[in-house]
Nanobody, 125 residues
């Protein structure tokens, strides 16, 4: 069983940067895929980025490529999402997720097994 806890959300002005963290309890194996998703009211959960826990290979949504960076600290069992040049449309609840024994980096939220409770990011204009 894996439990995920996000932190680092808040209110930030457009153009600024912010880093989200997701701390995992339980064993994260090297073949796990870890991802960040976001959701706004009335919309489906949207893929942001994913990373292979062991190899560190990454995948990004086309819209976030270049502004967001996903990374992990294996020793701390922590996943990060560095977000730069934030825009008001980045406002959402951000979730981290884990998929066990994955040979690829899924972007479909239904393919993830574990979820955190989410952290709210609000970007003001």
């Amino acid at each position: 069983q894996v439990q995920l806890v996000e932190s680092g959300g808040g209110l930030v002005q457009a153009g600024r940067s912010l880093r989200l963290s997701c701390t995992a309890s339980g064993r994260i194996f090297s073949n796990y895929a870890m991802g960040w998703f976001r959701q706004t009211p009335g919309k489906e959960r949207e893929f942001v980025a994913a990373i292979k826990w062991g190899a560190g290979s990454t995948s990004y949504a086309d819209s976030e490529q270049g502004r967001f960076t996903i990374s992990r600290d294996n020793a701390k069992n922590t996943l990060y999402l560095q977000m730069n040049s934030l825009k008001p449309e980045d406002t959402a609840v951000y979730y981290c997720a884990a998929r066990g024994s994955s040979y690829y980096l899924p972007s479909d939220p239904d393919e993830y097994d574990y979820w955190g409770q989410g952290t709210q990011l609000t970007v003001s204009s």
